[in-house]
């Protein structure tokens, strides 16, 4: 049984950014990644971050990425333990974690859970043909990997993602067919879609997908416009010839250890799924379990980033360090969430938290 002070779940920007407030109040942390390498999506983001000077604005997402694990790295105070997957969180404290093919045991004092999110996926006819990808998995290809998905691509989802995404397709060469969005607008910044119209790629609001055909992959697909209530129009059917579908159609968070730890759970759409009812400073309804990052509501990595960074000082914070600079610290933290949510990108996440703050008062 290995014991810690403060246990991090997820090495993704949410769960760096914990550790490194955390042992800088002087509090040792542990983190687990269950992958063979810190980042999370960070390693695979190209483009430059918006927010502040203490968001990283104007660096790059992998550049983000080095320092918050160069961050950890250096830090006497921070052990990582990557290919480690977290299996569950009992009610005596102790998580059981997957490593090396071993079943080991870990007593933390406190834990902070930063898994992130799983992108969502579709119903269509053929939607498990061989050329259907999430849009994660195309950045992981091109951006990791340096493999381009296929030659002519439909992006499906006008959100952040989808236009990024094709964006970088468009600049690793491959061509964009279009981008279609079931919803009447674009989800995403006009400042990422203008470049995909300035490049000649239409964007296609009120328009979904019916159907993928091919032989033993994808060779095209049927796309069709949608009314005002989200019907197909009879004859307004297209079909384009694509090798690749690209689903960039959201996220949802990675709750199930929260839901195993027995957090009080809620459904809230704008946070795009099942979250952790919290306090102001990410602590849950099981004391002493913090969440940080998508899991609490998938939003931009810049607020990932300060959420790890808030539940970071509070968990040490209640485990008596930094007592003269932590409120302070959780303070400015709270002022950044506020601001970055301030914007009309960020009136979805205000709405989901005043709603959630809701039914947690409604339980109480």
């Known amino acids: 049984m290995k014991e810690v002070e403060i246990l991090v779940i997820g090495g993704g920007p949410a769960g760096l950014s914990a550790a490194a407030a955390v042992a800088n109040l002087g509090c040792d942390v542990l983190i687990l990644e269950r992958d063979g390498k810190l980042g999370g999506q960070l390693i695979k983001q190209t483009h430059k971050f918006f927010g502040s000077k203490k968001q990283y604005a104007g660096d790059r997402g992998y550049q983000i990425g080095d320092l918050l694990i160069e961050q950890c790295s250096t830090n006497s105070k921070v052990e990582v333990w990557s290919g480690a997957t977290a299996l569950g969180i009992y009610e005596d404290g102790v998580v059981t974690v997957e490593k090396d093919e071993k079943h080991l045991k870990i007593k933390p ?49 006008a959100g952040n993602i989808g236009l990024i995404v094709s964006y970088q397709l468009l600049q690793a060469g491959v061509e964009v067919a279009a981008i279609i969005e079931a ?9 990422h879609a203008s470049k995909i119209r300035r490049a000649g790629v239409p964007i296609l609001t009120s328009h979904t997908i019916q159907e993928a055909y091919g032989k033993e992959s994808v060779e095209g697909a049927r796309i069709c ?25 959201g996220l949802s968070p990675l709750t199930e250890l929260c839901f195993q730890a027995d957090c009080q759970m809620n459904y809230i759409p704008e946070l795009s799924g099942h979250v952790p009812l919290r306090n102001d400073y990410l602590e849950t309804t099981r004391p002493g379990l913090y969440v940080a990052g998508d899991v609490s509501g998938v939003e931009e990595a810049s607020s990932a980033m300060v959420e790890g960074r808030l539940a970071g000082v509070s968990a040490a914070y209640s485990l008596g360090y930094g007592q003269d600079v932590a409120p302070q610290l959780q303070t400015e933290a709270l002022a950044e969430l506020s601001e970055l949510r301030s914007g009309p990108a960020g009136q979805k996440t205000v709405q989901g938290l005043k709603k959630l703050m809701e039914k947690g008062e409604a339980v109480c």
Request: glycine share 12%; net charge negative.
């Open 109 to 157: 004092q406190k834990i902070i859970i930063a898994t992130g999110a799983s992108e969502k996926m579709i119903a269509f006819p053929n939607n498990d043909m061989p050329g259907i990808y999430g849009a994660g998995a195309v950045q992981t290809l091109m951006n990791v990997h340096g493999i381009v998905p296929g030659q002519r691509v439909l992006m499906i989802g």
């Open 183 to 191: 919803a009447p607008t674009i989800g995403g910044y006009l400042v």
């Open 225 to 249: 416009k949608l009314d005002e209530n989200w019907q197909a129009i009879p004859g307004s059917e297209q079909e384009l010839n694509v090798d690749v579908i690209c689903l960039a159609v």
